[in-house]
Each structure stands twice: as structure tokens, then as C-alpha cells.
């Protein structure tokens, strides 16, 4: 356009350019000609006083300071560098590093800020001339990428084995052979290292042993489209979201339900992911397999690897490279339900990105305890840190957790007016809150689990007032008892806040000993309406070593009391004999999910009775002013139906797949008939929601469009960002 001026990073998360000239056809194409993952959130036109304007050149980056300041997330390898990759004129053919200002690695490497080079972990390996040339020649396509190698100047992998140490592209080939022939990898990639193995069943049940994973469905990378949609149903808006710059895992469901039985055993889905890497095209180049497991190298509960301390896994081999990993992260999962994207885990590619939240104060939000996330709030912008997991596990809490905190506080400059926690007095997020608040000398918010999910769907539609139905697995609720089944009522502007609705609640018989053993809450859901457990005589088989029925009944009443639906639904597993330990989280529930079907029988209208208790809360969350007093609660019976439906199993097992449905379709029935008594906007979040079929059927009965997460995790990893949106609603009193 032959405009001449400056552009400039301000190191605030804005960027400044000055032209003298066509200002609205400028601001058009560049929103029209932007590259393809950049986002545009806002744009403001000002005029300035006159400045001596002789060309149009980048400016050092700088000026305001303390103000909000992002790296990119890191992208995967674009078009034009995967051409190059195979070229073999090209001085980067099967160079593992090679990017652009289109994609590469980005978060993972950034240190600080403004975001460039030399405040990467890049900064390690100086540009020779010809990247040189590159990054100074403003009509190349490398123009002022920071993250730009080539085999002369850049990072390089090296194959470490027993016996010896093989370096560069060999490296690459052997590891393909050793993978073709059953071995297992760790490969260091853009967040973390991987394990990687052949998905045939003998070497991932070997794999499951090694990482104490015996039923966790572990991720599968596939060379390419055509081989995905040869095992598993890919729909249009599932191609799309695999092939974009954040290649998610995306869950689908498989052709032959049998298939990668090792790596999912009895589920009907699979978890698949596109290469996003170049070491992955490269890899699978020279791998005569078609699928390989790639899964986050670590055990379970612990932090994925940056480091050497893979060589802790027993594994065959580790293919590395020399490049530091200044930030881990996992990658992202996605799953599909009724056509609309959920997001599992919000990790590579997602962060870090902004979300507004109109709020006048600046805070954190420290999530809850299993798949942790944080969110920092700054001048209105809300900022989800990438996945961390569970924060009960020593190395998680103390070696991702604390150091994302750190990470993200001191990149935006952040002075908290308030922090935020989960209403739970154990988890180690909470003690760090308490302990956090006070070295800032700033408000803590306890918030109750569940109105923070509903807030996390509140946040993303910016609603004020709504009607949401939040079912999970366990929560702490206002009574100290374990929620997750549960319908609220939220109106800020009126500062009204309710408990309107929940399932009925039952025992868990030992505590946390009954979120792993279903059989014990189908015992507690049977026995009291049932006036005995004769009926679960056949289910003895299935008891552990030195239980019995008998000792259930003796602790029965010593019970912690829930309405928890996750909890209901691993009992419907184990009643039709799905599950009868929960290995990893939503276990249970996920093989009932795979083998229900639909069909005509259904258990009828749902028996909803109303209670009196304390239910009208003065805020969702508690500080010193906080104060609660009864009201009326609709409960949704579930006890008389499991009777139902377990003489109706033990009678023809032959229904098994149809009693799973028309157990699923019964709950979500009695949700919606709570709620749709409310002419609000109705959100739905928590754990369940990603059960394919419990929440298009909740929608169908409610009978109007119903809003879901969309930009964070419907699960506990948005959990901060409903926390964070509190903040909304506070002043600085």
C-alpha cells in the first residue's frame, strides 16, 4: 500500500502502528489478509501529532509498562513449511525445527516478555547469516520470527540408547525402526516428552504395566486423515477441528467397537490426533506403522517430562533435542456431543488466550484439585494457564502447579485485589490460597464448586443471571456434604443464589472408598428402599477380599451423604456389570456410555418431591459475611428406579445396553423437568456434560437451546476460569 510509518510491539498484548495514510482500507485488509491462526480482538484508531515518516519499519518493542503481556500459543507446522520439509532443494529438508511466523513452537519456549527472540529459550542458538537474512528481509516469509533454526544454527535431536548415542537424522530412522519393531520411546517434543509404541495389543498391555495405567485409554497419532476415517466415524466439524493449528486430540467414536481394544479397552471411542510437529511428519516417514501411541510421558497423576528425568520410565530408548522447554504443555483434548465441540483438557494450542470479563478488580483463581488449571485476571482480561492435573499429587502441586502461578503473576505484572479457591478446606490449591492472600494482603474467596462451573459458562456468554444444571462427580458443597447433581439459580444484578433442584442423595459407604468401588453406592442406592440387599446376592462375586454385604449394611449409616450423578452413574455400571473399579477418573461411567443403546423402554415420568432446607445462599461463595437460610428444593428420586431396573437386568440380561439408556434418559428427564420451569437462560457444565448422550437428551426434554463451555473445559480444568468471573461482581470494598 506504499504507507509508510512503524509498527511496534507495546509489550502490553497490543500492537502500535503508525501509517500516514488509507487508515480504513488498511484496518480492512488487515483484518481480511490476517494469517490464518491470528486473532483480532479488538482494533482503536487514533490520530497523533506529526512524526517524521520516511519508510515503514518494526521498532524495538516497549512501552507501557505493567500492562497485559502474552506469547502466542504454540502452533502446529503450517502448509508452506511442511512443503518445505520434503523438498529436497530446500536447505531445511527433514529439519525437525523448521517454522515460521505462521507456526512453531511459541508459549512453550517463551521466558519473558516482549515476546521476542531473545527472551526465548532460542535465544540458546543465535541465527546464522542465512536466518539472518531471513529475519531481516521484510518480504520473506520468516520476517521477524523469533522462533526460526536451521540444521546450521539451530536446536538437533540426538537418539539415546543403552550402548550409545546417535545424532540427527539417523536418530530420527532408528527410533521409526525401534518403534516399528515394538520398542518402546520417549520423544521430547513442543511441550514434553511423549511415549510412543505400535498400537498392537501384547506392547501397550506391556506399556499399561510399565506406567501404571491399567485401564487409561491412552492417545493415538495417525499418519494422516485417510487412515483415521478408515477406524473411526469422522464427522465434518471433527475434520475441522483436527486439521486446524491446535490439532486437539479429538475423541471419536471408533468403525468396530473391538478395535484398539489395549489402547481403549471396552470403550467405543478413541482418542486421535493429526502430526502437528515436524519430527512427527518426519517420523511417520519412516514408520511402516500407521497409528503409534503417543501418550504424555509420565505417571499417572504426575506432570508430564521436560526433562532427563524420563530415564526414569525404563523405556528402550529416548529420542531428545537440545531446545529447553521453558513451559509444558500437555495436548488438548476435544470431544464432539450433539455436534458441539467440548473441550476435556485446554491445553497446547488454546494457551494462552484471552478471555474479557467486564471486572474493575484484578485477581487469580487457583482452580480445583483435579485437572487443575489457574486463570489470571488483569484489567479486565481473563488468561487460563495451560492443563496441570491433579494438585493432590506432590510433584504436580509443587513442581507445575506453584511454578505456573509464579509464571503467570509475573508475566502480566499481577498484583491480586482477591483470590480465589475452591470451597474445599483440604485441597493443597485452598491452603495455597489461604497462604497466597495473606503475602498480598488481599481478599480470599472460597467459591463452591459448582456455582463456579455454572460461572464458567456464565463467563464465556457474559450472562448475569441464569439457571444451571452442574453434574460431576464430587464437589464440596455448602453443607459439607459431597455435591454433583445439582440445579442453580444465579442472579447477580438481584444478588439471589439458590440451590432450586438435586438428585436424591445416598450414602457413599467409606468415603472415597465408594467413588472406586461402585458396587458399594449401588449397595447404598438398593438397600434402603429396597429394605435389604437379598437382591445383590448375585453381585457377591464381585465384592473384594474380606467385604461382604453384611459389613456394608454395619458401616451403611456412617456414610458421607451425596447427590453426586457421576457417582450414579458408575452404580448403573456396575449394576449391569460394566465396572466394578475405578481406575481412572470417569471410568465407570465412560464404559456405560459405550455400551448403552437406544431403545423404546424407558422408566417413566420422573418422581420429583419437594423438600425443605437450606438451599438460599447470600453469595456463591463464603467470606466473613456469608449467610444461608432454608428454601424449597425439587429432588429427583432415583432410588425406586435402580430397584426397577436391577430386577429388570437380573431378569434378561439381554437388556443391558437398553437399561443404560433409559437410565441416562430417566436422570436427564427429571434435570430438564426441573429446569425448564425457569424462563432463564439455561447453562449446563461438569463432567457429565460430555456424556454423548445425557446432554442432547437434557435439550430435548427442556425443549430450547441450552448453553455448554465452549472456549474452557465443561470438566474441573475450567473450573478457575468460573471462580475468576466473581470477579465480575466484586468492588474494591
Same mark, same amino acid.
Given at each position: 500500500?506504499?504507507l509508510?510509518?512503524y509498527v511496534k ?5 497490543c500492537?502500535?502502528i503508525?501509517?500516514?495514510?488509507k ?14 491462526m491470528a486473532e483480532?480482538s479488538?482494533v482503536e484508531?487514533e490520530e497523533i501529532e506529526?512524526?517524521?515518516?520516511s519508510?515503514?519499519v518494526i521498532?524495538?518493542?516497549g512501552?507501557?509498562k505493567g ?8 502452533i502446529?507446522i ?5 512443503k ?6 530446500d536447505?531445511r ?7 515460521c511466523?505462521d507456526?512453531g513452537?511459541r508459549?512453550?519456549?517463551a521466558?519473558?516478555l516482549?515476546?521476542d527472540r531473545?527472551?526465548?529459550?532460542f535465544?540458546d542458538f ?6 539472518s ?5 521484510i518480504?520473506d ?8 533454526a ?6 538437533h ?6 550402548d550409545r548415542?546417535i545424532?540427527g537424522l539417523d536418530?530420527i530412522k532408528?527410533t ?9 520411546v520417549?520423544?521430547?517434543?513442543i511441550?514434553?516428552y511423549h511415549?510412543a509404541c505400535?498400537t498392537d495389543d501384547?506392547?501397550v498391555f506391556?506399556l499399561r504395566?510399565k506406567?501404571?495405567?491399567p485401564?487409561?485409554?491412552?492417545a493415538?497419532?495417525?499418519?494422516d486423515?485417510?487412515t ?19 490439532r486437539p486430540?479429538?475423541v471419536l467414536r ?7 481394544f489395549?489402547v ?7 482418542g486421535?490426533?493429526?502430526?502437528y510437529?515436524p519430527?512427527h ?7 511402516k506403522?500407521?497409528f503409534?501411541v503417543m ?8 506432570p508430564m ?5 524420563v530415564?526414569?520410565?525404563e523405556l528402550?530408548?529416548?529420542l531428545?533435542?537440545n531446545?529447553k ?6 495436548d488438548?483434548?476435544?470431544k ?9 483438557r485446554?491445553s497446547?494450542?488454546?494457551v494462552?488466550?484471552?478471555l474479557?470479563i ?6 487469580l483463581?487457583?482452580g480445583?484439585e483435579?485437572?487443575n488449571?489457574?486463570?489470571v ?5 481473563a488468561i487460563?494457564?495451560?492443563y496441570?492435573?491433579n ?8 513442581e507445575?502447579?506453584k ?11 499481577l498484583?491480586?485485589?482477591f483470590?480465589a479457591?475452591d470451597l474445599h478446606?483440604?485441597?493443597n490449591?485452598?491452603?495455597?490460597a489461604?497462604k497466597l492472600?495473606?503475602r498480598?494482603?488481599?481478599k480470599?474467596?472460597?467459591v463452591?464448586?459448582h456455582?463456579?462451573?455454572a460461572?464458567?459458562v456464565m463467563a ?9 444444571i452442574?453434574?460431576?462427580?464430587v464437589?464440596y458443597g455448602f453443607?459439607?456434604?459431597v455435591?454433583?447433581?445439582e440445579?442453580l439459580?444465579?442472579d447477580?444484578e438481584k444478588e439471589?443464589f439458590?440451590?432450586?433442584?438435586r ?9 472415597d472408598?465408594?467413588?472406586y468401588?461402585?458396587l458399594?453406592? @449401588?449397595f447404598?442406592l =438398593?438397600?434402603e428402599e429396597?429394605?435389604g &440387599?437379598?437382591?445383590l446376592?448375585?453381585y $457377591?462375586k464381585?465384592l #473384594? ?7 456394608l449394611a454395619?458401616i451403611?449409616?456412617m456414610?458421607?451423604e451425596?447427590?453426586s450423578l457421576?457417582?450414579v452413574?458408575d452404580?448403573?455400571?456396575?449394576m ?5 473399579e475405578?481406575?481412572y477418573?470417569g471410568?465407570p461411567a465412560?464404559k ?6 437406544r431403545?423404546?423402554l ?7 418431591e419437594?423438600v425443605e ?11 466473613e459475611?456469608w449467610?444461608?437460610?432454608?428454601g424449597?428444593?425439587?429432588v ?6 435402580f430397584c426397577k431396573?436391577?430386577e429388570l437386568y437380573l431378569?434378561?440380561?439381554? @437388556?443391558r445396553?437398553? =437399561?443404560a439408556?433409559?437410565?441416562i434418559? &430417566?436422570l436427564?428427564?427429571g434435570f430438564a $423437568?426441573i429446569?425448564? #420451569? ?6 449446563v ?6 456424556n454423548?448422550?445425557f446432554?442432547p437428551?437434557?435439550e430435548r ?11 474452557v473445559?465443561?470438566?474441573d ?6 471462580q ?7 468492588d474494591?470494598?
Amino acid at each position: 500500500m506504499n504507507l509508510k510509518g512503524y509498527v511496534k510491539n507495546t509489550g502490553t498484548g497490543c500492537v502500535e502502528i503508525v501509517i500516514d495514510s488509507k487508515v480504513e482500507e488498511f484496518v480492512k485488509r488487515l483484518k481480511e489478509e490476517k494469517p490464518p491462526m491470528a486473532e483480532i480482538s479488538s482494533v482503536e484508531v487514533e490520530e497523533i501529532e506529526d512524526v517524521p515518516l520516511s519508510d515503514f519499519v518494526i521498532e524495538k518493542s516497549g512501552g507501557k509498562k505493567g500492562g497485559l503481556s502474552l506469547p502466542p500459543p504454540d502452533i502446529a507446522i503450517c502448509d508452506q513449511c511442511l512443503k518445505e520439509l520434503f523438498d529436497l532443494k530446500d536447505r531445511r529438508y527433514l529439519y525437525p525445527f523448521i517454522s515460521c511466523t505462521d507456526c512453531g513452537a511459541r508459549f512453550s519456549v517463551a521466558i519473558r516478555l516482549p515476546y521476542d527472540r531473545e527472551n526465548t529459550t532460542f535465544a540458546d542458538f543465535p541465527l546464522c547469516e542465512d536466518c539472518s537474512k531471513e529475519y531481516w528481509n521484510i518480504e520473506d516469509r520468516r520476517y521477524y520470527a523469533q522462533s526460526i533454526a536451521c540444521p546450521k544454527c539451530g536446536p538437533h535431536y540426538e537418539l539415546v540408547l543403552p550402548d550409545r548415542i546417535i545424532k540427527g537424522l539417523d536418530a530420527i530412522k532408528n527410533t521409526a525402526k525401534l518403534i516399528d519393531d515394538g520398542k518402546f520411546v520417549a520423544i521430547k517434543g513442543i511441550g514434553g516428552y511423549h511415549i510412543a509404541c505400535i498400537t498392537d495389543d501384547d506392547v501397550v498391555f506391556k506399556l499399561r504395566k510399565k506406567l501404571g495405567r491399567p485401564q487409561q485409554p491412552f492417545a493415538v497419532m495417525a499418519r494422516d486423515l485417510d487412515t483415521i476415517k478408515s477406524v473411526a466415524h469422522v464427522s465434518e466439524d471433527e475434520e475441522k477441528a483436527m486439521i486446524n493449528y491446535i490439532r486437539p486430540i479429538t475423541v471419536l467414536r471408533k468403525k468396530n467397537p473391538e478395535s484398539f481394544f489395549a489402547v481403549a479397552p471396552h470403550l467405543d471411542t478413541i482418542g486421535v490426533m493429526l502430526p502437528y510437529a515436524p519430527i512427527h511428519y518426519i517420523l511417520f516417514k519412516y514408520l511402516k506403522s500407521d497409528f503409534i501411541v503417543m501418550t504424555s510421558a509420565n505417571k499417572p497423576g504426575e506432570p508430564m517430562f521436560i526433562d532427563d528425568g524420563v530415564f526414569s520410565l525404563e523405556l528402550d530408548a529416548v529420542l531428545r533435542h537440545n531446545l529447553k522447554i521453558h513451559n509444558r504443555v500437555d495436548d488438548s483434548v476435544i470431544k464432539f456431543v450433539a455436534g458441539r465441540r467440548l473441550i476435556i483438557r485446554r491445553s497446547r494450542g488454546f494457551v494462552p488466550k484471552v478471555l474479557k470479563i467486564d471486572a474493575k478488580l484484578n485477581g487469580l483463581a487457583v482452580g480445583a484439585e483435579l485437572y487443575n488449571s489457574i486463570t489470571v485476571l488483569k484489567d479486565g482480561n481473563a488468561i487460563i494457564s495451560q492443563y496441570i492435573g491433579n494438585t493432590a499429587n506432590f510433584k504436580t502441586f509443587n513442581e507445575f502447579f506453584k511454578r505456573a502461578v509464579e509464571f503467570f503473576t509475573s508475566f502480566i505484572n499481577l498484583k491480586p485485589d482477591f483470590i480465589a479457591c475452591d470451597l474445599h478446606p483440604q485441597f493443597n490449591t485452598t491452603l495455597f490460597a489461604e497462604k497466597l492472600a495473606e503475602r498480598y494482603n488481599c481478599k480470599l474467596i472460597r467459591v463452591q464448586h459448582h456455582f463456579a462451573h455454572a460461572m464458567s459458562v456464565m463467563a464465556e456468554r457474559e450472562l448475569t443471571k441464569a439457571l444451571a444444571i452442574t453434574v460431576d462427580g464430587v464437589g464440596y458443597g455448602f453443607d459439607g456434604r459431597v455435591w454433583g447433581g445439582e440445579v442453580l439459580f444465579l442472579d447477580f444484578e438481584k444478588e439471589e443464589f439458590r440451590r432450586v433442584g438435586r438428585i436424591e442423595s445416598f450414602r457413599l459407604i467409606g468415603g472415597d472408598m465408594a467413588t472406586y468401588y461402585p458396587l458399594r453406592v @449401588l449397595f447404598s442406592l =438398593i438397600y434402603e428402599e429396597y429394605g435389604g &440387599y437379598e437382591i445383590l446376592k448375585p453381585y $457377591e462375586k464381585y465384592l #473384594r477380599k474380606g467385604e461382604s454385604f453384611e459389613t456394608l449394611a454395619k458401616i451403611y449409616d456412617m456414610g458421607v451423604e451425596s447427590s453426586s450423578l457421576g457417582r450414579v452413574l458408575d452404580a448403573v455400571s456396575a449394576m449391569l456389570e460394566v465396572c466394578f473399579e475405578r481406575t481412572y477418573e470417569g471410568e465407570p461411567a465412560m464404559k456405560l456410555e459405550s455400551i448403552a443403546e437406544r431403545s423404546d423402554l424407558n422408566f417413566g415420568d420422573p418422581i420429583i418431591e419437594t423438600v425443605e432446607e437450606e438451599s438460599i445462599y447470600s453469595k456463591p461463595f463464603v467470606d466473613e459475611d456469608w449467610k444461608t437460610k432454608t428454601g424449597k428444593v425439587k429432588v429427583l428420586r432415583i432410588a425406586p428406579i435402580f430397584c426397577k431396573a436391577l430386577e429388570l437386568y437380573l431378569e434378561n440380561k439381554s @437388556l443391558r445396553g437398553a =437399561i443404560a439408556y433409559a437410565m441416562i434418559d &430417566y436422570l436427564a428427564k427429571g434435570f430438564a $423437568e426441573i429446569a425448564k #420451569r425457569f424462563d432463564l437462560p439455561i447453562v449446563v457444565s461438569g463432567g457429565v456434560t460430555y456424556n454423548s448422550y445425557f446432554t442432547p437428551l437434557v435439550e430435548r426434554y427442556i425443549g430450547r437451546r441450552i448453553y455448554l463451555n465452549e472456549e474452557v473445559a465443561c470438566g474441573d480444568n475450567g473450573i478457575s476460569f468460573g471462580q475468576i468471573y466473581i470477579g465480575r461482581f466484586l468492588d474494591d470494598r
